[in-house]
């Protein structure tokens, strides 16, 4: 697998890095394992200490880190720059909570003794990340399994290696001991070879449904504790009494945002027939608003996608939408810049039988169904392989939050954009995976929730006092 920067708006290649070898993946995860081994006797607030220092690192770089995002991926370097302040805000809140997370929980019980959880670290996990988000996807995982003790690996995309490679630098230079984190150019047959080393303990991978899908069997294969954040086909239901600018203001920044290539996007607009027409012609107004160019400009609102062959991909997904009887209402068409632009497109009249009913546009596309009641709209926005989020506008948030709850998906937000926090849980059910990152949820992904009950002697008189199917007249 070649590792590369390649600039999406320039096309050029700008740096290459060689594949880790054999030996420098199991050098690396011995030295993580030995670092897990000490991490286990060393106190939680060390390390609380050092990721502080990692936001502060962070924050202190915030131009180089978010200049080689944009150069590596493409994304518009304001957005860059609040991708590298949410990993700063994320490194904080684990440092101030995790430690009262982490805290035993005692148990009532009557077992003879005092029964406690507590919460240890497992050991090294596999990190295998995605290219969309380049610093806040490693961080969603390295913040609270840092804090636990959990030592990782990172196998970053193969187009973002240099903002993979400034990530880990940041680590390292605030002071975490070698092996906290180590990022690897690994090649898929190494994934799998790290997966079935005894000392990895976890696997975490963020991205497509195919990718999630190799993954999670090798980590089946050999037993390891996995979570797995996939692809989403996020509807935004639009309900009869929602407020239409409200909605058409966040409406296309939910679709447009890193140039549609979030898994959370909203990527199906489902709206109720009173308020559609104002609504797809608004939809249309505000995709012909952005300005495509350079995204180190602060004047530019639309970014290249990626990647030539995302591009491509994407192309080939509306072409077949179209073959297959949908309407491009607006774009669709090439933008005369030689980055891998694409215009933002509208695609209605989308029938069940379209190919572009079921799967994931991975940027500026939005298909926009017309419902004619509200059991229509949860029905089609479930009819989905996908569960990762969702959006629901209503004129009674009360209402619309019964709605969301109706949404068979992780994640909805009623009257607003989707956001991603520390405290709040991300993750999703169906094929967009399972588990949870972020928040206390997301802190116990790689934890061992273990048992202690401590007695001061046995108590055979009481029968909770020692296994309950032992005898206690036998000799
Ligand atoms: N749920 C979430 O949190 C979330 C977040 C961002 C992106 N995504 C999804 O990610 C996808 C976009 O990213 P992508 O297309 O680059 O995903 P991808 O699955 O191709 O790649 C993601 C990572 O997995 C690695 N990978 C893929 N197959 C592998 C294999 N067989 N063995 C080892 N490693 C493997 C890749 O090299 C990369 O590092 C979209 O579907 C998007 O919705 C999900
Ligand atoms: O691409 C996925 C993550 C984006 C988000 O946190 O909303």
């Known amino acids: 697998m070649a590792y590369k920067t390649i600039n999406p708006y320039t096309n050029e290649v700008v740096k290459e890095y060689p594949e880790a070898t054999d030996a420098e993946l199991m050098s690396a995860i011995d030295t993580s394992y030995q670092l897990f081994k000490q991490f286990k006797n060393q106190p939680i607030s060390d390390r609380a200490k050092i990721l502080h220092q990692i936001a502060k690192n962070m924050r202190n770089h915030a131009d180089e880190l978010a200049e080689a995002a944009t150069v590596d991926m493409g994304k518009l370097l304001r ?65 609270p399994n840092f804090m636990v003790g959990n030592t990782m690996l990172l196998k970053h995309a193969s187009n973002t290696p240099t903002s993979a490679k400034m990530f ?29 080393d005894p000392r990895i303990q976890g696997v975490a991978l963020t991205g497509s449904e195919r990718g999630g899908r190799s993954v999670a069997e090798a980590a089946g294969k050999n037993l390891k504790k996995n979570t797995m954040e996939l692809g989403g086909m996020d ?62 400009d602060d004047e530019t609102t639309l970014a290249p996608m990626n ?63 017309k419902v004619h009641s509200e059991e229509e709209a949860i029905e089609l926005a479930n009819d989905s392989m996908f569960g990762l989020g969702g959006i629901v506008f209503g004129g009674d948030s009360n209402h619309a939050a019964e709605v969301a709850a109706k949404v068979e998906t992780g994640m909805v937000f009623v009257n607003n954009f989707m956001v991603s926090l520390p405290e709040l849980p991300f993750g999703g059910v169906k094929n967009s995976g399972y588990g949870r990152e972020m928040s206390q949820i997301g802190q116990m992904a790689f934890v061992n929730e273990q048992l202690i009950v401590k007695a001061d002697k046995p108590d055979l008189n009481n029968l909770a006092g020692g296994l309950v199917a032992v005898d206690k007249d036998s000799k």
Not at 183 to 188: A, G, K, P, Q
Request: charged letters at 25%.
């Open 79 to 143: 957005e860059s720059r609040g991708e590298v302040e949410l990993c700063a805000i994320i490194a904080d809140w684990f440092a101030d909570h995790a430690e009262d997370l982490l805290k035993p929980d005692k148990i009532d019980t009557i077992a003879n003794g005092e029964a406690e959880i507590q919460k240890h670290a497992t050991g090294v996990i596999m990190m295998v990340e995605p290219w969309n988000f380049p610093y806040y996807q490693i961080m969603r995982v390295f913040a």
């Open 235 to 296: 509807a935004f239901i639009v309900l009869s009494d929602a407020n239409i600018d409200d909605v058409n203001d966040i409406a296309w920044r939910a679709r447009l945002y890193n140039a549609g290539q979030v898994c959370t996007s909203s990527k199906r607009f489902i709206v109720m027939d009173n308020l559609y027409d104002e609504f797809v012609a608004k939809l249309k107004e505000n995709f012909a608003k952005v300005k495509p160019g350079d995204p180190m």
């Open 307 to 369: 990647s030539e062959k995302a591009r491509k991909k994407l192309q080939q997904q509306v072409d077949r939408a179209v073959a297959a009887g949908a309407t491009v209402e607006y774009g669709n068409e090439p933008i005369d810049l030689p980055g891998q632009f694409f215009k933002p497109t509208i695609l209605t009249n989308i029938t069940k039988d379209n190919p572009a009913y079921g799967e994931e546009m991975f940027g500026p596309v939005a298909h926009v169904y």
């Open 168 to 196: 880990a630098d940041i680590v390292e230079s605030a002071g975490a001991p070698k092996g906290s984190l180590t990022n690897l150019f690994l090649s898929y047959d190494q994934v799998t070879e790290a997966i079935a």
